[in-house]
């Protein structure tokens, strides 16, 4: 049986917006905190012709409640603070039970020059 | 005697200009990575940003700049896309007067002239569009 990572995380709104100029820009905005059990933790290297591109992938599984629920609906909406770094969501597991939601988060190095 | 306008003026007021004729409608200049849950909006480009020269040494000889800006409208619903360009020709063509925010580096125009390209649909992005061209003159 494997050992249960929790750990702490922060939930962040994401919201869009627009400036002066029409650029279209991000504001992350903390939510609340919360313990999550974290696995799976890969980062993966891709080289293209002219670049290496770091991405890192995360599980994180949380209690479901009525905010996780608001992730599961919208989870552009949404981002997580995890060691320090911005996590955005790309998959999310709802269990059959409704007892957990993981979620599968990413996150881009910047790309590094070959 | 004219000296020529910083195009990040011009950025500005487009911007500013448009978000109010459309309200609640959303506008971006040149592109919108929002498109898929955006049912309408619209995305703007600046081009031809140019006074005439006159011959001379002196160089403020120059006539009045004519910069275009076009507009793309992008939409849904075939309609919505039409009601905008409607909007905006309501509002711009022929329009005379403060352009942009006149709090902040607004400018006169003396003359706004909108011409509707066509319309047309992105089978990619599954939206209607309308293209449409506005020139300013700019006496500065």
């Known amino acids: 049986m494997g050992i249960a990572r929790y750990e702490n995380t922060t939930i962040n709104a994401v919201t869009n917006g627009v400036d002066t100029l029409g650029q279209y820009t991000t504001t992350i905005t903390p939510l609340f905190i919360s313990r999550a059990v974290v696995k799976d933790v890969r980062n993966s290297l891709r080289i ?23 992730i599961v609906d919208h989870q552009q909406d949404y981002s997580i603070t995890w ?5 955005r969501i790309t998959d999310v597991f709802e269990s059959d039970d409704r007892m957990r939601v993981t979620l599968v988060c990413y996150r881009n190095d910047p790309n590094t020059p070959v | ?58 160089q403020s000889n120059k006539g009045i700049d004519r910069p275009i800006f076009q507009i793309s ?6 309609g919505d896309c039409f009601n905008l360009s409607n909007s905006i020709l309501q509002s711009l063509h022929g ?22 390209q066509y319309n047309s649909y992105d089978n990619e992005l599954g939206l209607h569009q309308i293209f449409m061209d506005c020139t300013l003159d700019v006496p500065v």
């Open chain 1, 83 to 87: 060691r320090g770094f911005d996590w």
């Open chain 2, 73 to 78: 409208i992008f939409a849904q619903e075939m």
């Open chain 1, 48 to 70: 293209t012709e002219k670049y290496r591109i770091y991405q890192d992938l995360v599980n994180v599984t949380f209690n479901y409640t009525p905010n996780i629920k608001a």
């Open chain 2, 1 to 58: 005697m004219t000296t020529q306008q910083n195009p990040v003026v011009y950025a500005h007021c487009i911007q500013y200009q448009l978000a109010n004729i459309v309200t609640p409608v959303p506008v971006y200049a040149s592109f919108n990575r929002l498109y898929a849950e955006q049912p309408e909006f619209l995305t703007w480009q600046l081009r031809n940003v140019h006074q005439p020269v006159y011959t001379g040494q002196t």
């Open chain 2, 95 to 116: 329009y005379s007067g403060m352009f942009g925010n006149p709090a902040t580096d607004g400018f006169f125009v003396a003359k706004a002239d909108v011409m509707f």
